[in-house]
Nanobody, 128 residues
């Protein structure tokens, strides 16, 4: 089972990008999913998460109101629409499959150790 992220690139501040994460098999359709990012020289951090049915979403404070996570279980894809991008959004973005059935609170869905399948990452660079 693998996750493949795509859609990264170079964009000017204020612009938009859409990342997609495709899963082979039934990974994304039956799992809660998340997006994390890692900027150069920094730890990987939580960005957004979505429940398996798509009815529950969570965002980090830094992206709330600008990013939207969504999913299409029929196509086994999870997307991250990123608007009003800023230079500090520059990072490699990773999609990941949550290991548990329920998110169980912020201590769990923001914790990368709770995700056991990871995509290879998509680089997003935002120029000022």
């Amino acid at each position: 089972v693998q996750l493949q992220a795509s859609g990264g690139g170079l964009v000017q501040a204020g612009g938009s990008l859409r990342l997609s994460c495709a899963a082979n098999g039934r990974t994304s359709g039956s799992r809660n999913m998340g997006w994390f990012r890692q900027a150069p020289g920094k730890d990987r951090e939580f960005v957004a998460a979505i429940s398996w049915g798509g009815g529950t979403t969570y965002y980090s404070d830094s992206v709330k109101g600008r990013f939207t996570i969504s999913r299409n279980n029929a196509k086994n894809t999870v997307s991250l629409q990123m608007n009003s991008l800023r230079p500090d959004d520059t990072a490699t973005y990773y999609c990941a499959a949550y290991r548990g059935v329920d998110f169980r609170g912020a201590n769990y869905y923001t914790d990368q150790r709770q995700y056991n399948i990871w995509g290879q990452g998509a680089l997003v660079t935002v120029s000022s």
